[in-house]
Protein backbone atom coordinates (compact mmCIF):
# COMPACT_ATOMS: atom_id res chain seq x y z
CA UNK A 1 0.00 0.00 0.00
CA UNK A 2 1.83 3.24 -0.96
CA UNK A 3 0.41 5.54 1.63
CA UNK A 4 2.29 3.45 4.04
CA UNK A 5 4.80 3.88 1.65
CA UNK A 6 4.33 8.02 1.40
CA UNK A 7 3.94 7.98 5.54
CA UNK A 8 7.24 6.43 6.06
CA UNK A 9 8.67 8.29 3.67
CA UNK A 10 7.03 11.79 4.95
CA UNK A 11 7.96 10.67 8.58
CA UNK A 12 11.93 10.65 7.55
CA UNK A 13 11.72 14.06 6.06
CA UNK A 14 10.37 15.65 8.82
CA UNK A 15 12.44 13.90 11.50
CA UNK A 16 15.70 14.78 9.67
CA UNK A 17 18.43 17.37 9.93
CA UNK A 18 18.99 19.71 6.92
CA UNK A 19 22.57 19.55 5.81
CA UNK A 20 24.99 22.78 5.73
CA UNK A 21 24.85 24.10 2.31
CA UNK A 22 27.28 26.28 0.68
CA UNK A 23 25.44 29.74 -0.86
CA UNK A 24 25.54 29.33 -4.84
CA UNK A 25 24.99 32.09 -6.96
CA UNK A 26 22.01 31.34 -8.27
CA UNK A 27 18.46 33.05 -6.17
CA UNK A 28 15.46 32.23 -7.50
CA UNK A 29 12.18 33.42 -5.53
CA UNK A 30 8.92 31.42 -5.33
CA UNK A 31 5.42 31.48 -5.04
CA UNK A 32 2.08 29.91 -6.16
CA UNK A 33 1.58 31.64 -9.83
CA UNK A 34 4.85 30.09 -11.14
CA UNK A 35 6.08 26.62 -11.44
CA UNK A 36 10.04 26.62 -10.51
CA UNK A 37 11.98 23.77 -12.11
CA UNK A 38 15.57 23.54 -11.08
CA UNK A 39 17.01 21.38 -13.90
CA UNK A 40 21.20 20.37 -14.32
CA UNK A 41 23.08 17.32 -13.90
CA UNK A 42 23.17 14.78 -11.67
CA UNK A 43 25.44 15.56 -8.44
CA UNK A 44 25.59 19.23 -9.46
CA UNK A 45 23.88 20.38 -6.22
CA UNK A 46 20.15 20.77 -7.00
CA UNK A 47 18.91 18.64 -4.32
CA UNK A 48 20.98 21.33 -1.66
CA UNK A 49 19.88 24.06 -3.60
CA UNK A 50 16.59 23.19 -2.62
CA UNK A 51 17.32 22.44 1.03
CA UNK A 52 18.81 26.40 1.23
CA UNK A 53 15.85 27.58 0.00
CA UNK A 54 13.47 25.53 2.76
CA UNK A 55 15.79 26.30 5.55
CA UNK A 56 14.84 30.27 4.17
CA UNK A 57 11.12 29.05 4.60
CA UNK A 58 11.48 27.46 8.01
CA UNK A 59 12.31 30.99 9.09
CA UNK A 60 8.64 31.65 8.66
CA UNK A 61 7.10 28.58 8.18
CA UNK A 62 6.93 25.37 10.27
CA UNK A 63 8.30 22.21 8.57
CA UNK A 64 5.38 20.74 8.47
CA UNK A 65 3.85 23.12 5.81
CA UNK A 66 6.60 21.71 3.93
CA UNK A 67 6.77 18.80 1.33
CA UNK A 68 9.70 17.39 0.37
CA UNK A 69 9.74 14.25 -1.92
CA UNK A 70 12.74 12.68 -3.93
CA UNK A 71 11.36 10.44 -6.42
CA UNK A 72 14.64 8.07 -6.97
CA UNK A 73 14.34 6.56 -3.44
CA UNK A 74 13.71 2.96 -4.49
CA UNK A 75 10.39 2.71 -2.30
CA UNK A 76 8.71 4.75 -5.12
CA UNK A 77 9.99 2.48 -8.03
CA UNK A 78 6.72 2.05 -10.00
CA UNK A 79 4.55 4.62 -8.83
CA UNK A 80 1.78 5.14 -10.54
CA UNK A 81 0.29 8.81 -11.42
CA UNK A 82 -3.55 7.39 -9.96
CA UNK A 83 -1.49 6.47 -6.54
CA UNK A 84 0.34 10.04 -6.10
CA UNK A 85 -2.82 11.91 -4.33
CA UNK A 86 -2.13 9.13 -1.48
CA UNK A 87 1.38 11.49 -0.63
CA UNK A 88 -1.08 14.32 0.25
CA UNK A 89 -3.48 11.73 2.34
CA UNK A 90 -0.57 10.25 3.85
CA UNK A 91 0.84 13.80 5.09
CA UNK A 92 -2.56 14.72 6.63
CA UNK A 93 -2.82 12.22 8.48
CA UNK A 94 0.51 11.94 9.74
CA UNK A 95 0.61 15.81 10.42
CA UNK A 96 -3.27 17.16 10.25
CA UNK A 97 -1.71 20.81 8.60
CA UNK A 98 -1.62 22.02 5.20
CA UNK A 99 0.72 21.93 2.56
CA UNK A 100 1.70 25.30 1.69
CA UNK A 101 5.09 24.32 -0.61
CA UNK A 102 6.10 21.30 -2.32
CA UNK A 103 9.12 20.17 -3.29
CA UNK A 104 9.52 17.15 -5.81
CA UNK A 105 13.27 15.74 -6.31
CA UNK A 106 14.20 14.33 -9.59
CA UNK A 107 10.67 14.31 -10.88
CA UNK A 108 11.25 12.94 -14.65
CA UNK A 109 11.06 9.66 -13.07
CA UNK A 110 7.34 9.95 -13.03
CA UNK A 111 6.61 9.53 -16.57
CA UNK A 112 2.96 11.43 -15.61
CA UNK A 113 4.58 14.22 -14.15
CA UNK A 114 3.84 17.34 -16.00
CA UNK A 115 0.11 15.91 -15.82
CA UNK A 116 0.17 15.65 -12.45
CA UNK A 117 1.89 19.01 -11.30
CA UNK A 118 -0.91 20.70 -13.35
CA UNK A 119 -3.41 19.52 -11.79
CA UNK A 120 -1.54 20.48 -8.63
CA UNK A 121 -0.92 24.30 -10.02
CA UNK A 122 -4.51 24.72 -10.86
CA UNK A 123 -5.81 23.99 -7.29
CA UNK A 124 -3.23 27.47 -6.63
CA UNK A 125 -3.02 26.31 -3.16
CA UNK A 126 0.63 25.51 -3.28
CA UNK A 127 4.34 26.95 -3.82
CA UNK A 128 6.03 24.11 -6.28
CA UNK A 129 9.64 23.40 -7.25
CA UNK A 130 10.57 20.84 -9.16
CA UNK A 131 14.19 19.25 -9.52
CA UNK A 132 15.44 16.82 -12.64
CA UNK A 133 18.36 15.46 -14.51
CA UNK A 134 16.37 15.66 -17.87
CA UNK A 135 16.69 18.98 -20.01
CA UNK A 136 13.15 18.10 -21.21
CA UNK A 137 11.77 20.01 -17.86
CA UNK A 138 13.30 22.57 -19.82
CA UNK A 139 11.65 22.28 -23.08
CA UNK A 140 9.42 24.79 -24.08
CA UNK A 141 6.62 22.56 -24.82
CA UNK A 142 6.41 21.55 -21.29
CA UNK A 143 6.01 25.23 -20.57
CA UNK A 144 3.45 25.13 -22.96
CA UNK A 145 1.76 22.30 -21.43
CA UNK A 146 1.90 24.14 -17.98
CA UNK A 147 0.61 27.40 -19.49
CA UNK A 148 3.44 29.37 -19.10
CA UNK A 149 3.12 29.34 -15.69
CA UNK A 150 6.67 27.70 -15.43
CA UNK A 151 10.18 28.47 -15.40
CA UNK A 152 13.42 26.45 -15.44
CA UNK A 153 16.63 27.29 -13.84
CA UNK A 154 20.01 25.32 -14.79
CA UNK A 155 22.06 24.73 -12.50
CA UNK A 156 25.59 23.26 -13.29
CA UNK A 157 28.76 21.97 -11.12
CA UNK A 158 30.33 24.90 -9.43
CA UNK A 159 31.35 27.89 -11.17
CA UNK A 160 35.28 29.41 -10.33
CA UNK A 161 33.59 31.96 -8.33
CA UNK A 162 31.73 29.26 -6.41
CA UNK A 163 34.90 27.07 -6.47
CA UNK A 164 36.99 29.40 -4.62
CA UNK A 165 34.29 30.45 -1.66
CA UNK A 166 34.49 26.10 -0.95
CA UNK A 167 38.15 27.03 -0.94
CA UNK A 168 37.97 30.02 1.35
CA UNK A 169 39.93 31.91 -1.00
CA UNK A 170 38.72 35.42 -0.94
CA UNK A 171 39.26 37.26 -5.08
CA UNK A 172 39.89 40.67 -4.93
CA UNK A 173 40.64 42.93 -8.06
CA UNK A 174 43.85 43.35 -6.25
CA UNK A 175 44.94 40.08 -6.06
CA UNK A 176 46.37 39.83 -9.62
CA UNK A 177 48.98 42.62 -8.34
CA UNK A 178 49.98 40.35 -4.68
CA UNK A 179 51.67 37.16 -4.14
CA UNK A 180 48.43 35.69 -3.91
CA UNK A 181 47.95 35.67 -7.44
CA UNK A 182 50.04 32.07 -7.52
CA UNK A 183 47.80 30.91 -5.19
CA UNK A 184 44.87 31.79 -7.67
CA UNK A 185 46.65 30.38 -10.06
CA UNK A 186 47.00 27.13 -8.26
CA UNK A 187 43.28 27.08 -8.23
CA UNK A 188 42.47 27.75 -11.51
CA UNK A 189 44.59 25.22 -12.78
CA UNK A 190 42.70 22.50 -10.27
CA UNK A 191 39.30 23.88 -11.63
CA UNK A 192 40.43 23.78 -15.28
CA UNK A 193 41.60 20.23 -15.04
CA UNK A 194 38.96 18.47 -12.63
CA UNK A 195 36.08 20.75 -12.74
CA UNK A 196 33.33 22.07 -9.92
CA UNK A 197 31.18 18.81 -9.16
CA UNK A 198 31.24 19.47 -5.37
CA UNK A 199 31.42 15.92 -4.15
CA UNK A 200 34.65 15.76 -6.61
CA UNK A 201 36.00 18.86 -5.06
CA UNK A 202 36.49 17.17 -1.44
CA UNK A 203 38.37 14.94 -2.43
CA UNK A 204 42.75 15.34 -2.15
CA UNK A 205 43.23 12.20 -4.06
CA UNK A 206 43.16 11.51 -7.64
CA UNK A 207 42.33 7.41 -7.96
CA UNK A 208 39.34 8.63 -5.49
CA UNK A 209 38.60 11.80 -7.95
CA UNK A 210 38.63 9.07 -10.40
CA UNK A 211 36.39 6.23 -8.41
CA UNK A 212 33.58 8.87 -8.10
CA UNK A 213 33.72 10.48 -11.32
CA UNK A 214 33.18 7.14 -12.65
CA UNK A 215 30.52 6.38 -10.49
CA UNK A 216 28.86 9.01 -12.23
CA UNK A 217 29.65 8.30 -15.44
CA UNK A 218 28.33 4.73 -15.16
CA UNK A 219 24.67 6.44 -13.26
CA UNK A 220 24.27 8.47 -16.85
CA UNK A 221 24.79 5.29 -19.28
CA UNK A 222 22.65 3.24 -17.32
CA UNK A 223 19.84 5.21 -15.44
CA UNK A 224 19.39 8.31 -17.92
CA UNK A 225 20.37 6.56 -21.59
CA UNK A 226 19.64 2.76 -21.15
CA UNK A 227 16.82 2.62 -18.98
CA UNK A 228 15.34 6.13 -19.89
CA UNK A 229 15.15 5.69 -23.28
CA UNK A 230 14.65 1.73 -23.40
CA UNK A 231 18.27 1.53 -25.49
CA UNK A 232 18.52 -2.36 -26.42
CA UNK A 233 22.11 -1.93 -28.12
CA UNK A 234 23.92 -0.44 -24.50
CA UNK A 235 26.94 -1.41 -26.56
CA UNK A 236 26.75 1.51 -29.57
CA UNK A 237 25.72 4.26 -26.45
CA UNK A 238 28.81 3.34 -24.94
CA UNK A 239 31.17 3.57 -27.40
CA UNK A 240 29.54 7.19 -28.48
CA UNK A 241 30.07 8.23 -24.49
CA UNK A 242 33.82 6.66 -24.77
CA UNK A 243 33.95 8.37 -28.28
CA UNK A 244 32.81 11.96 -27.01
CA UNK A 245 35.47 11.44 -23.73
CA UNK A 246 38.21 12.17 -26.20
CA UNK A 247 36.28 15.08 -29.05
CA UNK A 248 35.88 16.62 -26.33
CA UNK A 249 35.11 20.89 -27.62
CA UNK A 250 35.42 19.34 -31.30
CA UNK A 251 33.20 18.31 -34.07
CA UNK A 252 31.08 15.35 -34.36
CA UNK A 253 30.75 14.18 -37.35
CA UNK A 254 27.75 11.95 -37.79
CA UNK A 255 29.65 10.66 -41.09
CA UNK A 256 33.20 9.91 -39.06
CA UNK A 257 31.41 7.94 -36.51
CA UNK A 258 29.20 6.10 -38.34
CA UNK A 259 32.26 5.17 -40.20
CA UNK A 260 34.17 4.45 -36.73
CA UNK A 261 31.20 2.22 -36.38
CA UNK A 262 31.45 -0.11 -39.20
CA UNK A 263 34.73 -0.54 -38.92
CA UNK A 264 34.06 -2.67 -35.74
CA UNK A 265 31.39 -4.46 -37.51
CA UNK A 266 28.11 -2.32 -36.11
CA UNK A 267 25.89 -0.65 -38.96
CA UNK A 268 24.15 2.00 -37.15
CA UNK A 269 22.43 4.83 -39.74
CA UNK A 270 23.36 8.64 -39.08
CA UNK A 271 19.84 9.37 -37.71
CA UNK A 272 19.92 7.03 -34.81
CA UNK A 273 23.15 8.59 -34.09
CA UNK A 274 22.02 11.83 -33.92
CA UNK A 275 18.90 10.60 -32.02
CA UNK A 276 22.03 8.86 -29.39
CA UNK A 277 23.71 11.98 -29.35
CA UNK A 278 20.28 14.06 -28.38
CA UNK A 279 19.79 11.51 -25.52
CA UNK A 280 23.16 12.63 -24.28
CA UNK A 281 22.34 16.15 -24.12
CA UNK A 282 18.93 15.23 -22.72
CA UNK A 283 20.91 14.04 -19.98
CA UNK A 284 23.34 16.41 -19.40
CA UNK A 285 26.62 14.09 -20.72
CA UNK A 286 26.99 17.19 -23.33
CA UNK A 287 26.35 20.53 -24.62
CA UNK A 288 25.97 20.04 -28.23
CA UNK A 289 26.20 23.62 -30.20
CA UNK A 290 25.43 24.18 -34.03
CA UNK A 291 26.88 25.86 -36.31
CA UNK A 292 25.43 29.46 -36.70
CA UNK A 293 23.02 30.06 -39.27
CA UNK A 294 20.25 32.25 -40.25
CA UNK A 295 18.44 28.90 -41.83
CA UNK A 296 17.27 26.19 -39.87
CA UNK A 297 18.00 23.26 -42.50
CA UNK A 298 21.80 24.86 -42.40
CA UNK A 299 22.08 24.54 -38.36
CA UNK A 300 20.38 20.73 -38.43
CA UNK A 301 22.92 19.53 -41.65
CA UNK A 302 25.95 20.66 -40.47
CA UNK A 303 27.99 18.48 -37.84
CA UNK A 304 27.52 19.78 -33.73
CA UNK A 305 30.10 20.90 -31.65
CA UNK A 306 30.28 18.90 -28.38
CA UNK A 307 31.76 20.05 -25.16
CA UNK A 308 31.31 18.07 -22.36
CA UNK A 309 29.27 19.04 -19.03
CA UNK A 310 32.44 19.37 -16.53
CA UNK A 311 35.93 19.10 -17.40
CA UNK A 312 36.78 16.05 -14.43
CA UNK A 313 35.70 13.57 -17.52
CA UNK A 314 37.92 14.36 -20.09
CA UNK A 315 40.62 15.06 -17.77
CA UNK A 316 39.78 11.66 -15.79
CA UNK A 317 38.18 9.43 -17.75
CA UNK A 318 39.53 9.79 -21.27
CA UNK A 319 42.20 7.81 -23.48
CA UNK A 320 44.19 11.25 -23.36
CA UNK A 321 47.22 10.86 -21.55
CA UNK A 322 47.69 14.54 -21.27
CA UNK A 323 44.84 16.35 -21.91
CA UNK A 324 44.65 19.16 -24.38
CA UNK A 325 44.85 22.75 -21.92
CA UNK A 326 43.09 24.60 -24.64
CA UNK A 327 40.35 22.45 -25.45
CA UNK A 328 39.54 22.30 -21.45
CA UNK A 329 39.76 26.28 -21.48
CA UNK A 330 37.34 26.65 -24.25
CA UNK A 331 35.25 24.10 -22.11
CA UNK A 332 35.21 26.07 -18.89
CA UNK A 333 33.76 29.03 -21.16
CA UNK A 334 31.27 27.41 -22.42
CA UNK A 335 30.09 25.92 -19.49
CA UNK A 336 29.83 29.41 -18.17
CA UNK A 337 28.02 31.03 -21.09
CA UNK A 338 25.20 28.07 -20.46
CA UNK A 339 25.50 29.30 -16.76
CA UNK A 340 24.95 32.78 -18.12
CA UNK A 341 22.01 31.76 -20.11
CA UNK A 342 23.23 32.72 -23.56
CA UNK A 343 22.09 30.97 -27.15
CA UNK A 344 25.51 29.72 -28.32
CA UNK A 345 26.52 28.84 -31.69
CA UNK A 346 30.24 28.22 -33.33
CA UNK A 347 31.25 30.38 -36.58
CA UNK A 348 32.78 28.62 -39.37
CA UNK A 349 33.13 29.89 -42.92
CA UNK A 350 36.20 30.99 -44.16
CA UNK A 351 37.75 30.80 -41.24
CA UNK A 352 36.48 29.78 -37.83
CA UNK A 353 35.24 31.48 -34.44
CA UNK A 354 34.72 29.36 -31.31
CA UNK A 355 31.42 31.24 -30.24
CA UNK A 356 28.71 33.04 -31.48
CA UNK A 357 26.34 34.55 -28.44
CA UNK A 358 22.40 35.35 -28.62
CA UNK A 359 20.67 36.84 -26.21
CA UNK A 360 17.04 38.54 -26.68
CA UNK A 361 17.03 37.33 -30.20
CA UNK A 362 20.07 39.77 -31.18
CA UNK A 363 23.51 38.63 -31.62
CA UNK A 364 25.74 40.39 -28.57
CA UNK A 365 29.33 39.11 -28.83
CA UNK A 366 32.01 36.62 -30.62
CA UNK A 367 34.02 35.12 -28.67
CA UNK A 368 37.95 33.08 -29.39
CA UNK A 369 39.51 30.93 -27.02
CA UNK A 370 43.14 29.93 -27.16
CA UNK A 371 45.29 28.58 -24.06
CA UNK A 372 48.00 31.08 -25.09
CA UNK A 373 48.27 33.74 -28.24
CA UNK A 374 51.58 33.72 -29.85
CA UNK A 375 53.28 34.99 -33.29
CA UNK A 376 52.37 30.86 -34.71
CA UNK A 377 48.35 32.12 -33.91
CA UNK A 378 47.73 35.52 -33.79
CA UNK A 379 46.99 35.66 -37.39
CA UNK A 380 44.38 32.97 -37.48
CA UNK A 381 42.44 33.86 -33.76
CA UNK A 382 42.28 37.22 -35.07
CA UNK A 383 41.25 36.38 -38.32
CA UNK A 384 38.59 34.21 -37.53
CA UNK A 385 37.26 36.37 -35.04
CA UNK A 386 36.93 39.08 -37.16
CA UNK A 387 34.85 37.55 -40.39
CA UNK A 388 32.59 36.57 -37.62
CA UNK A 389 32.20 40.11 -36.51
CA UNK A 390 31.94 41.28 -40.23
CA UNK A 391 30.11 39.11 -41.23
CA UNK A 392 27.27 38.91 -38.46
CA UNK A 393 27.38 42.42 -37.51
CA UNK A 394 28.63 42.49 -34.50
CA UNK A 395 30.23 44.83 -31.86
CA UNK A 396 31.76 42.97 -29.76
CA UNK A 397 34.90 41.04 -29.51
CA UNK A 398 36.69 38.74 -27.19
CA UNK A 399 39.63 36.76 -27.05
CA UNK A 400 39.94 34.50 -23.81
CA UNK A 401 43.43 32.98 -22.82
CA UNK A 402 44.90 31.64 -19.63
CA UNK A 403 46.76 34.54 -17.96
CA UNK A 404 47.35 37.07 -20.96
CA UNK A 405 45.59 40.57 -21.02
CA UNK A 406 45.99 43.39 -23.77
CA UNK A 407 43.86 45.26 -26.02
CA UNK A 408 44.34 44.94 -30.22
CA UNK A 409 43.20 47.54 -32.54
CA UNK A 410 41.84 46.49 -35.34
CA UNK A 411 39.70 47.88 -38.25
CA UNK A 412 36.24 47.18 -36.12
CA UNK A 413 37.37 48.41 -33.30
CA UNK A 414 39.47 47.23 -30.24
CA UNK A 415 39.77 43.45 -29.41
CA UNK A 416 39.61 42.91 -25.78
CA UNK A 417 41.74 39.95 -24.47
CA UNK A 418 41.39 38.44 -20.98
CA UNK A 419 42.30 35.82 -19.08
CA UNK A 420 39.57 33.28 -18.31
CA UNK A 421 40.07 32.97 -14.96
CA UNK A 422 39.41 37.02 -14.69
CA UNK A 423 36.94 36.84 -17.19
CA UNK A 424 34.98 33.77 -14.96
CA UNK A 425 35.49 35.98 -11.25
CA UNK A 426 34.65 39.65 -12.67
CA UNK A 427 32.55 39.50 -15.96
CA UNK A 428 28.93 39.05 -14.97
CA UNK A 429 28.00 39.93 -18.76
CA UNK A 430 28.69 39.89 -22.18
CA UNK A 431 27.51 43.26 -23.17
Same mark, same amino acid.
Given at each position: ???????????????????????????????????????????????????????????????????????????????????????????????????????????????????????????????????????????????? &???????? @?????????? %? /? +? #?? $?????????????????????????????????????????????????????????????????????????????????????????? &???????? @?????????? %? /? +? #?? $?????????????????????????????????????????????????????????????????????????????????????????????????????????????? +?????????????????????????????????????????
Amino acid at each position: MKREVFKRIISEWLERDLPKVLAREIKFNINTHTITAIVGPRRAGKTYLVFSKIKELLEHNEKEEILFIDFEDNRLIGVANEELDDIFTAHKELTDRDIKYIFFDEIQEIETWSKFVRRLYNLQKYTIVLTGSSSKLMAKEIAT &ELRGRYKS @ILLLPFSFRE %Y /L +K #YK $GFVYKKTTQYTEEKGKLMRFFDEYLFYGGYPEAIKLGNLDEKKELINSYYETIYYKDIIERYGIRNKEIIGIMMNYLLDINASLFSLTSF &EKLMKSRG @ISISKKTISL %Y /L +K #YL $GESFFVFAIEKFSYSPKVRILNPKKVYLIDNIFHTLLSTSLTPDKGKLLESLVLQDLKRRNYDVYYFREKKECDFILKKDRRLVAALQVVYKLDNKNRVRELGGLKEAMS +KLKIDKGIILTYDQEEDIKTNLGVIEVIPVWKWLLETSNIF
